[in-house]
């Protein structure tokens, strides 16, 4: 069993910044790979990032790319999101997912493939 609690939401202007953290119980937390989800109202949960146990390897939605970094510190059980030049349309509640990593790699964008998932936090983006 994992439990996850994700925290570092609120409300940013466009163009800002903030850093979602999300801690895990269980002294496991190294064997999981991670991710990062979000839900806007009427939309359906998407994926927008995830890193393999190791940190190794990571792998962003197109969306996000090149303005969200994900990492994890396995010696404090937490996986981070930052987010950098946020947009209107990154306003959703995010989520943090934990799964033991799926073949293939490619499967962690499937929300399905996670059985762990936090209560999520609000992340909003005014123009």
């Known amino acids: 069993q994992v439990q996850l609690v994700e925290s570092g939401g609120g409300l940013v202007q466009a163009g800002g910044s903030l850093r979602l953290s999300c801690a895990a119980s269980?002294?496991?937390?190294?064997?999981?790979?991670m991710g990062w989800f979000r839900q806007a109202p009427g939309k359906e949960r998407e994926f927008v990032a995830a890193?393999?146990?190791?940190?190794?390897?990571?792998n962003y939605a197109d969306s996000v790319k090149g303005r969200f970094t994900i990492s994890r510190d396995n010696a404090k059980n937490t996986v981070y999101l930052q987010m950098n030049s946020l947009k209107p349309e990154d306003t959703a509640v995010y989520y943090c997912?934990?799964?033991?990593?799926?073949?293939?790699?490619?499967?962690?964008?499937?929300?399905?493939?996670?059985?762990?998932w936090g209560q999520g936090t609000q992340v909003t983006v005014s123009s």
């Open positions: 997912a934990a799964a033991l990593s799926p073949s293939p790699w490619s499967a962690l964008r499937l929300v399905g493939v996670y059985p762990y």
């Open positions: 269980g002294r496991t937390f190294g064997s999981y790979a």
């Open positions: 890193i393999i146990w190791s940190g190794g390897a990571t």
